[in-house]
């Protein structure tokens, strides 16, 4: 269900940027757009997604690339204006009244989802809620149980993210310094998941336990630690790299604002 959502949205994509008039960092969004679809239908088509079925790390891999490593690339991309505009007009406009007319608090509801409190609460939660045992097991039973896990990690993700990363029409609401605590303590969630895994006695996933035999034949609790590496490597990079440049904007802007300073009385002195 979702690759193919993934590929009607790359269509729409394709379409809405052919009408833009006057597009801007095409390319660059473009490139971020692509990358962030063809993720997606990597990990959720053969042979990852089989994989899966008999692997804790396997899955853990799928989990982080949705979750750490998509939305931030669909936030950069800032598909919302081309996708909107891939719509047949005749779509766009039943819509367009249908959002407007929604209730005053729905709508304030939904822009709230945005806002780094409940950004940060939602995919804190649903990381967590996904990961419990049981209901872990239950995607692997259940088709519609495991869709529902990836796009709640997508849309949730892609939330995370708006608060931090320009992404036109919507613009972060964080400065470089607050942005860069907001992603930390975001990705500590994951990195608490995986010391939890890793350090784990036993396997804690019954479905994986049970298995015959598991992918490269190894034992569910080694399958398992592996998965904890996966959420604590893999995971980590995509908010360290965010946190570096966050940082170093944050440094630059600094060093700039007090060179700025440092210049002023000697711009007086000269008349400027």
């Given at each position: 269900?979702?690759?193919?959502?993934?590929?009607?949205?790359?269509?729409?994509?394709?379409?809405?940027?052919?009408?833009?008039?006057?597009?801007?960092?095409?390319?660059?969004?473009?490139?971020?757009?692509?990358?962030?679809?063809?993720?997606?239908?990597?990990?959720?088509?053969?042979?990852?997604?089989?994989?899966?079925?008999?692997?804790?790390?396997?899955?853990?891999?799928?989990?982080?690339?949705?979750?750490?490593?998509?939305?931030p690339l669909v936030v950069l991309a800032a598909p919302w204006v081309p996708i909107w505009r891939g719509l047949?007009?005749?779509?766009?406009?039943?819509?367009?009244?249908?959002?407007?007319?929604?209730?005053?608090?729905?709508?304030?509801?939904?822009?709230?989802?945005?806002?780094?409190?409940?950004?940060?609460?939602?995919?804190?939660?649903?990381l967590g809620l996904w990961h419990v045992p049981w209901l872990y097991d239950l995607t692997l039973r259940s088709?519609?149980?495991?869709?529902?896990?990836?796009?709640?990690?997508?849309?949730?993700?892609?939330?995370?993210?708006?608060?931090?990363?320009?992404?036109?029409?919507?613009?972060?609401?964080?400065?470089?310094?607050?942005?860069?605590?907001?992603?930390?303590?975001?990705?500590?969630a994951g990195w608490v998941l995986g010391v939890v895994l890793a350090l784990a006695s036993g396997p804690l996933?019954?479905?994986?336990?049970?298995?015959?035999?598991?992918?490269?034949?190894?034992?569910?609790?080694?399958?398992?630690?592996?998965?904890?590496?996966?959420?604590?490597?893999?995971?980590?990079?995509?908010?360290?790299?965010?946190?570096?440049?966050?940082?170093?904007?944050?440094?630059?802007?600094?060093?700039?604002?007090?060179?700025?300073?440092?210049?002023?009385?000697?711009?007086?002195?000269?008349?400027?």
């Amino acid at each position: 269900m979702i690759p193919a959502l993934g590929a009607f949205f790359a269509l729409l994509y394709l379409l809405g940027s052919r009408r833009l008039v006057r597009p801007r960092h095409r390319l660059r969004r473009g490139v971020a757009f692509a990358a962030s679809v063809a993720l997606v239908e990597l990990v959720l088509n053969p042979p990852l997604d089989d994989w899966a079925d008999r692997s804790l790390a396997a899955h853990m891999f799928q989990h982080v690339v949705l979750m750490s490593v998509v939305p931030p690339l669909v936030v950069l991309a800032a598909p919302w204006v081309p996708i909107w505009r891939g719509l047949p007009l005749r779509l766009r406009r039943p819509l367009a009244h249908g959002i407007v007319g929604l209730p005053g608090p729905v709508r304030r509801a939904l822009r709230g989802c945005a806002t780094p409190v409940p950004a940060f609460v939602l995919l804190t939660a649903d990381l967590g809620l996904w990961h419990v045992p049981w209901l872990y097991d239950l995607t692997l039973r259940s088709q519609a149980a495991h869709d529902l896990e990836h796009a709640s990690f997508l849309v949730f993700g892609i939330l995370f993210w708006l608060p931090v990363l320009d992404s036109p029409p919507l613009h972060r609401q964080l400065d470089e310094l607050r942005g860069a605590v907001y992603v930390t303590l975001g990705a500590a969630a994951g990195w608490v998941l995986g010391v939890v895994l890793a350090l784990a006695s036993g396997p804690l996933y019954p479905a994986y336990a049970a298995l015959p035999r598991r992918l490269g034949g190894i034992s569910a609790l080694a399958d398992q630690q592996a998965a904890a590496g996966i959420m604590i490597g893999v995971g980590a990079i995509p908010p360290s790299i965010a946190v570096f440049v966050l940082l170093y904007r944050w440094l630059d802007d600094g060093t700039a604002a007090s060179t700025r300073l440092r210049g002023e009385p000697l711009g007086f002195l000269d008349g400027r």
